[in-house]
């Protein structure tokens, strides 16, 4: 009989890898049920060339639910089971290529949205998730009507002391966030507020600033002290089918 | 190969799949009848061929160890080249299973089985041993001495300008130096219950090479190479057909439907090298069943084109309960025990 000699760890090799020639060549239409034997490896290697409609439904310790590129950065179109449930990764480009089309909403196996919700008997979908955060809106064959980008929270340790009087009533701070624009949706919240008769509002007064206003419409001083949160979101109305 | 005389029967293109037991090789036949249907339109018509008269004919399988062909395959120490090709050329001519009782069998020298070869239609043949007690098929005398090994694979399906279609190989062990097996332009190839073993594979070989074709099926099968790495895998499928396809499956540029149920791949896995150019479609079907690798230092399945193929195409790979033993640290495989299974 031949004695093997192994190492003590798993195989951390994937268990597809693909080395084409040319980055247009493409391994399209996986599907893994099952496989185990290692921890930790991918289940596809991509060296070079594209993948799409992958699908991994594997153990969580000893099963690949990943595709990779040489540099261990997920790659290509795919679905997995993974140790928290399901993951799944979009193409970038197939995205802002069909959120700027006529197709944005179409129903059937052709979506390049992430994940697609739809009723049947419909000719467009009701709602889409993408990889990147952003939410698709729309109604009875009428396409997607309203889009929001993903969601970025922002937060800061935010100390100020309001009057009764109209001198003092109001207090500001401008928060740094990269992303914000011009229009977009904020909202905020202080968590010193409490009983105290203190609104707040944020908006964007300019890339990547993010003015907060505190207006004290009580009648008694109030100080507060504590941390500041607000959300910014990118909400779009799209042009829908009718 | 002249045929040899006797009665005249037609090759029936039905009987190529034939699982070489003969009560089962008409139910083989039913179940690939349309693959039948569609190859038999593609090749050409071969001519009526002789089939020696004897109790195998009856049999539905010729045994290497009849009279008078009398293949010795006690311990491989003589080499019984010549009487397994005899009987190789009339099993192809009669449309029976090729049989190898159980004991070791020296090949001096590749048994070539294409139309070339064989006098039969398609030059397609069942290569059988007997279940749970496989014969053994060695390149090597007494299948261990390196010195003796024929440096071709023990056994080669098909032909440089297309060889047939639809051969099988059931309950037999081969071992060759560099291969065991080839298969070359020879669309249709069924193995169940083979292990096949290459003691040290040079590049460009593996225990399996098949080169271009269409629908391939393995079910418990072992491939055991050698274990040197990513450039010596158990299993090598080259799409390298650089002439016209012409819609012939024997001369496909890639290598189409490839099946593996309940197999086990050692010291190497499954590579795809696609070196012909493509014009539309790629390499698709590639499905794994219950398999799993041991001692490997490569992936299950690994795709390569090489540089200059334009369009290469990859569609439709599944692997369905799989595993992966361990990783090769050091094939310490030994000539003498390479026929044995590793579990």
Redesign the interface.
């Known amino acids: ?7 003590d ?14 980055p ?15 921890t930790g490896h991918p289940a596809v ?1 991509m060296v070079q ?1 594209t993948l799409g409609g992958a699908n991994f439904v594997n153990g969580h310790w000893y099963g690949a639910s990943d595709a990779v590129d040489t540099e261990g950065r997920v790659t290509g179109t795919y679905s997995s089971h993974s140790p928290g449930g399901f993951a799944f990764v979009g193409e970038a480009r197939a995205l802002q290529d069909v959120r700027a089309g006529e197709r944005n909403s179409e129903q059937g196996g052709h979506s390049a949205h992430t994940l697609l919700f739809g009723l049947s008997g419909e000719s467009t979908a009701r709602a889409a998730i993408d990889a990147d955060g952003t939410m698709s809106f729309g109604d009875h064959d009428r396409g997607f009507d309203s889009e929001f980008g993903r969601p970025r929270v922002v937060q800061s340790p935010w100390t100020f002391n309001l009057t009764a009087e109209a001198d003092g009533r109001t207090a500001s701070l401008t928060l740094p966030e990269k992303e914000a624009q011009l229009g977009d949706v904020c909202a905020a919240s202080h968590e010193g507020i409490g009983e105290a008769d203190v609104m707040l509002s944020a908006h964007v007064t300019g890339q990547g600033k993010i003015k907060v206003l505190a207006l004290n419409v009580g009648g008694d001083a109030v100080a507060v002290q504590g941390t500041l949160r607000v959300v910014v979101t990118r909400a779009k109305a799209l042009e829908s089918l009718d | 190969m002249r045929p040899p005389p006797g009665c005249t029967l037609l090759v029936l293109f039905a009987t190529t799949f034939a699982t070489g037991e003969g009560r089962n090789r008409d139910h083989g036949a039913r179940a690939r009848r349309h693959h039948h249907r569609r190859s038999a339109a593609l090749l050409s018509a071969g001519p009526t061929v002789d089939c020696l008269s004897g109790p195998w004919v009856a049999a539905g399988r010729i045994s290497v160890m009849d009279m008078p062909f009398s293949a010795k395959g006690v311990d491989a120490s003589v080499d019984d080249s010549d009487a397994v090709e005899r009987c190789a050329q009339i099993a192809a001519n009669c449309s029976i299973a090729l049989h190898f009782p159980h004991g070791k069998y020296w090949l001096g020298r590749t048994l070539a089985l294409s139309t070339a070869t064989l006098h039969s239609r398609d030059g397609a043949i069942a290569l059988t041993g007997d279940s749970w007690n496989s014969a053994e098929l060695c390149g090597c005398s007494g299948c261990n001495d390196r010195g003796t090994c024929n440096s071709g694979p023990v056994i080669l399906f098909g032909q440089p300008d297309g060889g047939g279609c639809c051969s099988s190989v059931h309950h037999l062990d081969v071992l060759g130096m560099h291969s065991a097996v080839h298969v070359l332009n020879h669309p249709g190839v069924r193995m169940s219950q083979v292990a096949l073993t290459a003691l040290s594979p040079a590049v460009d070989e593996a225990p399996l090479v098949i080169t271009n074709g269409f629908e391939y099926y393995f079910q418990d099968c072992d491939f055991t190479g050698a274990g040197r790495g990513p450039d010596h895998p158990a299993v090598l499928l080259r799409g390298a057909n650089a002439t016209s396809y012409n819609g012939s499956y024997a001369r496909t540029p890639y290598v189409y439907m490839v099946s593996f149920d309940r197999s086990e791949f050692v010291m190497g896995g499954v590579l795809y090298e696609q070196t012909a150019q493509l014009d539309n479609v790629g390499a698709v079907f590639f499905s794994f069943y219950t398999c799993y690798t041991e001692a490997s230092s490569m992936p299950l399945l690994t795709f390569t084109s090489a540089p200059g193929v334009r369009k290469f195409r990859v569609e439709e790979v599944t692997i369905v309960d799989y595993g992966n033993c361990a990783r090769a640290k050091l094939p310490r495989l030994r000539a003498h025990d390479a026929l044995s299974r590793v579990n």
């Open positions: 009989m031949h004695r093997l000699v192994a190492d760890e798993l195989s951390d090799d994937a268990i597809i890898r693909f080395n084409a020639s040319s247009s060549h493409s391994l399209d239409g996986v599907s893994i049920i099952g496989a185990s034997g290692g290697e060339g």
